[in-house]
T-cell receptor, first 114, second 114 residues
């Protein structure tokens, strides 16, 4: 069945370090792919998206490339900041528009230290 | 900018009380969802709706109920709260008219049952 696997956290980095959070999925068909971010005490916000194979989504210095051949959508940032400390969720919206069941990855907590 | 609102933000109540968590969106979205978020941050879908008078249970068994009498409103009710219901509850919506459209989230309700 459809599933998504995210890199386990927590991930602790020093400021200006490079970040990669892995996300792989299995799905019937080729959905659009999203990364969401959740800052402490808030709901989830859309961080970036990619709608088809080889698309690269980017926002706030974060990037992710839709790799159809490896069914992956890894999140990357070249230089993290303390303000990037949050929980990150990979989200391929499985199911057709008729099912409505939308399943998230388990989330990866990132802590950036000054 | 997404416009989806949840009230209250924080709620502390005693065991056995009946409570309703409110969720409203002003975007005209047909699809709405309730997620329960555990301390490990994983999101579990507990209810969803395709539109007015349509409600379905999600993947996680829940003793809560929902209703969808108006497009913009998707309240969640617990008839008799218990300490096991203590959690963060997140409401979301999405646009049916856009294939694989992203979810828009409220800021959540943090419920504590004593």
């Amino acid at each position: 069945g459809d599933s998504v696997t995210q890199m386990e956290g927590p991930v602790t980095l020093s400021e200006e370090a490079c970040l990669t959070i892995n996300c792989t999925y299995t799905a019937t068909g080729y959905p659009s792919l999203f990364w969401y971010v959740q800052y402490p005490g808030e709901g989830l916000q859309l961080l970036l998206k990619a709608t088809k194979a080889d698309d690269k989504g980017s926002n706030k210095g974060f990037e992710a490339t839709y790799r159809k051949e490896t069914t992956s959508f890894h999140l990357e940032k070249g230089s993290v900041q303390v303000s990037d400390s949050a929980v990150y969720f990979c989200f391929p919206p499985f199911g057709s528009s008729n099912t409505g069941k939308l399943i998230f990855g388990q989330g990866t907590t990132l802590q950036v230290k000054p | 900018e997404a416009d989806i609102y949840q009230t209250p933000r924080y709620l502390v109540i005693g065991t056995g009380k009946k409570i309703t968590l409110e969720c409203s969106q002003t975007m005209g979205h047909d699809k709405m969802y309730w997620y329960q978020q555990d301390p490990g941050m994983e999101l579990h879908l507990i209810h969803y709706s395709y539109g007015v008078n349509s409600t379905e249970k999600g993947d996680l068994s829940s003793e809560s109920t929902v209703s969808r009498i108006r497009t913009e409103h998707f309240p969640l009710t617990l008839e008799s709260a218990r300490p096991s219901h203590t959690s963060q509850y997140l409401c979301a919506s999405s646009d049916t008219g856009i294939i694989n459209s992203p979810l828009h989230f409220g800021n959540g309700t943090r419920l504590t049952v004593t």
